[in-house]
């Protein structure tokens, strides 16, 4: 079974602090990774996606950056957080394409930025 | 572009009784709809997705119909339970689209 894994949980950063926030997927090869967040009280948004290793495709610009040095692992970051940063970031994978497959999200980590 | 819309942010209502919350899409090329549902401090998963056959899916007595003449995905139930309480999301991606673009979210809270 797949499982998906993001880290840390919480984070309490002070604005203009960086960032790094991770997320690996294990039980499945070569999937198809998305960064997520949700604005407290928002709707998600999509900030990127990736479908293989080392190629990553930004959707919204956000002042944040995203990677993935591994097949598994997708890591979101930013060098001076933004007050407007604070939120929830869910990490998510389908298996195909994203048009008509099912996203399958991590627990999220949840983000203050004071 | 590409637009969801929920018009409702707030549902509240009674245990047993039928729910029904709205979805409405503006889509370029040809669509997939879906509904995920959000249970406090849960990540979103998916409920439902819409076939390209126009069966009408289902799942934990929920379903939805895509109708395309009027750009629709409702969500439906015919009795809500207390454990329904939930986020909803109706959420749309286009054929050939890496982006899922998520409605508003509509909050349902089913009563006792």
């Known amino acids: 079974a797949q499982t998906i894994h993001q880290w840390p949980v919480a984070e309490i950063k002070a604005v203009g602090s960086p960032l790094s926030l991770g997320c690996t997927i294990k039980?499945?090869?070569?999937?198809?990774l998305y960064w997520y967040w949700q604005a407290t009280g928002g709707t998600l948004q999509q900030l990127f996606y990736?479908?293989?290793?080392?190629?990553v495709e930004s959707v919204v610009q956000l002042n944040l950056s995203a990677s993935r040095p591994k097949d598994d692992q997708f890591i979101l970051s930013t060098e001076k957080l933004l007050l407007s940063h604070s939120g929830f970031y869910l990490c998510?994978?389908?298996?195909?394409?994203?048009?008509?497959?099912?996203?399958?999200f991590g627990s999220g980590t949840r983000l203050t930025v004071l | 572009g590409d637009s969801v819309t929920q018009t409702e942010g707030l549902v509240t209502l009674t245990e047993g009784l039928p729910v029904m919350l709205n979805c409405t899409y503006q889509?370029?090329?040809?669509?997939?709809l879906f509904w995920y549902v959000q249970h406090l401090n849960e990540a979103p998963k998916l409920l439902l997705k819409?076939?390209?056959?126009?069966k009408r899916p289902e799942h934990q007595g929920f379903h939805a119909t895509l109708h395309k003449s009027s750009s629709s995905f409702h969500l439906q139930k015919s009795s809500a339970q207390l454990s329904d309480s939930a986020l909803y999301y109706c959420?749309?991606?286009?054929?050939?689209?890496?982006?899922?673009?998520f409605g508003s979210g509509t909050q349902l809270t089913v009563m006792p």
């Open positions: 998510a994978w389908s298996l195909w394409g994203a048009s008509a497959e099912t996203l399958y």
């Open positions: 039980g499945k090869s070569s999937p198809n």
């Open positions: 990736s479908i293989t290793v080392g190629q």
């Open positions: 889509s370029t090329y040809s669509p997939f």
């Open positions: 819409s076939f390209t056959d126009n």
């Open positions: 959420a749309l991606s286009s054929s050939g689209s890496w982006q899922l673009i």
